[in-house]
């Protein structure tokens, strides 16, 4: 978890991940959003300065340094189920006595092109999930926040 001693700059941290530019990465396919994800969410711990990569697949990637890393290859990012300046407490971070909250979050944004073998990162954006729309815009849709998930018949796998 993050502490006020280990937690970097979003200076220092944009100065880190900025290095990733011009890295190219194995593009696992159009349909392995994950895996492409797994790869540089990899790298960007490396780069960070850790020793020891984990995806426990929970919000932020990279706990503690709050920060959520995300590949772009379409002009589409997925925010999961909270949008990113949302002040709602995470539940389970906190620095000192203070809660952290999700737009305390800070979210690189990296925008790779894909030749579909490989992707090669093009460039990098950190911003803090308060100010996460002054950057990005939000298209509003149906304003649904869900996954929609669909039940598989009992015998799909026999």
Do not use: W
């Not at 392995?32 to 990899?42: F, G, K, V």
């Amino acid at each position: 978890m993050p502490t006020e001693q280990t937690i970097l700059t979003i200076e220092e941290l944009h100065c880190r991940l900025r290095t990733l530019v011009g890295k190219r990465i194995e593009d696992a396919g159009y349909d392995q959003e994950r895996n492409r994800a797994a790869t540089l969410h990899r790298l960007a711990v490396e780069t960070i300065g850790y020793e020891t990569y984990q995806d426990s697949g929970q919000f932020p990637d990279v706990p503690n340094q709050m920060l959520e890393v995300k590949l772009q290859t379409s002009p589409t990012i997925d925010l999961g189920l909270v949008l990113p300046d949302s002040e709602e407490e995470l539940e389970t971070v906190e620095i000192g006595d203070k809660t952290l909250r999700h737009c305390d979050t800070r979210y690189a944004v990296f925008y790779g092109r894909t030749d579909g073998k490989t992707v090669e990162i093009e460039k990098v954006h950190l911003i803090p999930g308060r100010r996460f729309f002054d950057y990005f815009q939000q298209f509003q849709g149906k304003i649904a926040n869900k996954k929609i998930q669909i039940p598989l018949p009992k015998d799909f796998f026999l």
